[in-house]
Nanobody
């Protein structure tokens, strides 16, 4: 079993930066691919970024490529999402996710965090 707790969301002006953190419990955290998803009001939840179990491979949605960076620290059981050059369209609830069946890239997550709100003002 894995429990995920996000933090770091908030209100920021367009062009600004935020860093999200996801603290995971469970001894097998380092075996899982991890990822971030987001859901804006009235829209479906969408993939944002994913990182492999070693942290060496990363994957991004086209909409965030070049602006967001995902990373992980297995010693701290934590995944990060550094978000730069934020745009109003990045406004959403951001969810941390773990895929216990994958080591490289998150497919269908088995575990979800409770979400953290990110609001980007224009």
């Amino acid at each position: 079993q894995v429990q995920l707790v996000e933090s770091g969301g908030g209100l920021v002006q367009a062009g600004g930066s935020l860093r999200l953190s996801c603290a995971a419990s469970g001894r097998t955290f380092s075996n899982y691919a991890m990822g971030w998803f987001r859901q804006a009001p009235g829209k479906e939840r969408e993939f944002v970024a994913s990182v492999s179990w070693t942290g060496r491979s990363t994957y991004y949605a086209d909409s965030v490529k070049g602006r967001f960076t995902i990373s992980r620290d297995n010693a701290k059981n934590t995944v990060y999402l550094q978000m730069n050059s934020l745009k109003p369209e990045d406004t959403a609830v951001y969810y941390c996710a773990a895929d216990a069946t994958a080591k490289q890239r998150v497919g269908v997550p088995n575990y979800w965090g409770q979400g953290t709100q990110v609001t980007v003002s224009s």
